[in-house]
């Protein structure tokens, strides 16, 4: 297995992190899921910043964005699989 493009923490999650500089639309991401050091394709359909969210399915509008298993927010806007997920479309629940 080669260097994760983007890191996953729980099974039951519906975005993943990026962790690499300058990951471009149309790459083929290395995912590893490390609940079970498990990895899966997915291919990015943006630019991603380091540490910014990826959609790992696609996600509508309302609903709950969940990472490390838990709930962090609500999107605001869609993203499609492989899309970018941050405070453009993803929006803390708290306030």
């Given amino acids: 297995m080669g260097k994760p493009h983007l890191l996953v923490h729980d099974r ?9 500089e300058g990951l471009t639309a149309g790459t083929e991401m290395l995912c590893v899921v490390t609940e079970d050091n498990s990895d899966f394709s997915l291919v990015a359909n943006a ?12 996600l509508t509008e309302g609903e709950t964005v969940i990472k490390y298993g ?12 492989g899309g970018h997920v941050h405070i453009h479309n993803c929006k803390t629940k708290r306030w």
Avoid: F, S, T, Y
């Fill in 12 to 20: 039951e999650d519906n975005v993943g992190v990026v962790v690499v």
């Fill in 47 to 58: 630019d991603i910043p380091i540490g910014h969210k990826v959609a790992l399915r696609d």
């Fill in 70 to 81: 838990e709930d962090i927010g609500k999107m605001v806007g869609a993203a499609e699989k």
